[in-house]
């Protein structure tokens, strides 16, 4: 491991460049920041952070109840501890697409994604969403990309018109979309191999593909997707199922057996969490800064 060196600029160059080398970016969701230090030591390509993911930690269904605030402060959180880019899901915009854009290029974040429900949205593999107008999510693409600053920042635009509109719709909006400005899109809740397929015959941008659990769309494997020519599949919350399940089954058996010695070798130890969050680095780092000025002050 490391301590952070690249900065936000470097980063989303290095995203930039890791699309353009045709090898499609495996990104799995980072609930919190330890999460995303795990990602990147294990080789992903990138970190992504979920509006749901970010919901459900605070206790919330993801039905458009959190705020820029909150999303950009994760956000922010997880982008500092990690040289890997970072993409945010920033759901429909939080009313104003300019002053998203330029939070989150302050806090450090390579990507982000705003999709074409209306405001009051659900997650993209459930039934009955609403969206709006065409017109209107080009005019919302249209301004993040004018209000970017760094131009390797870059705007994704998911589509979630395929289950309210059916595919050539909204084949039709994301060639509206990339025409505004957007150089990825995320079509949502895509069912099987050929749907991906139709999609990525019908447009010639870079394309992000969603393996989540539990929803519409068959999970496949990433050399799969590469072959279908995505560039990127997110694995938005894998890890919160992941940990969430875990602290469950263990609060259940110290529930039960009043004590978690039965448990404790399904724990991560002290010792690879100092590994992780670099103790020992920091440790010295601190003992230096503190010599350095006793030695001052003599």
Request: glycine content about 6%; charged content about 35%.
């Amino acid at each position: 491991m490391h301590f952070i060196k690249k900065s936000s600029e470097e980063k989303r160059k290095d995203l930039n460049d890791k699309l353009k080398s045709n090898k499609i970016l495996r990104v799995p969701g980072a609930y919190n920041p330890l999460t995303a230090k795990v990602i990147e030591e294990i080789g992903y390509e990138a970190v992504y952070v979920s509006g749901g993911v970010i919901a459900n930690d605070l206790g919330y269904p993801d039905i458009g109840l959190t705020t820029l605030k909150d999303v950009s402060y994760r956000s922010n959180q997880i982008a500092r501890v990690t040289n890997l880019p970072t993409i945010v899901d920033v759901d429909t915009g939080f009313k104003s697409c300019e002053e998203t854009i330029k939070t989150f290029e302050r806090c450090g974040v390579a990507a982000v994604h705003i999709e074409d429900q209306i405001e009051q949205k659900r997650c993209g593999h459930l039934d009955n969403k609403e969206l709006i107008s065409k017109e209107k999510m080009v005019d919302k693409i249209k301004k993040c990309v004018n209000a970017r600053t760094d131009k390797n920042f870059k705007v994704i635009a998911r589509s979630d018109a395929k289950d309210v509109e059916g595919i050539d719709k909204m084949i039709d909006r994301c060639k509206s979309y990339v025409e505004a400005g957007a150089e990825i899109i995320f079509p949502e809740a895509l069912k099987d191999e050929k749907e991906f397929q139709i999609v990525r015959k019908s447009l010639e941008c870079y394309l992000l593909a969603n393996m989540t659990e539990f929803g519409k769309s068959k999970i496949l494997n990433y050399k799969e997707l590469e072959n279908l020519g995505y560039n990127i599949v997110i694995y938005p919350v894998t890890t919160q199922r992941l940990a969430i399940k875990s602290v469950e089954e263990g609060l259940r058996v110290i529930f039960e057996d009043g004590h978690q010695n039965n448990i404790v070798d399904k724990m991560q130890t002290r010792k690879r969490l100092y590994d992780l969050v670099e103790y020992e680095k920091y440790n010295a780092l601190d003992e230096n800064i503190y010599n350095f000025s006793s030695e001052g002050h003599e």
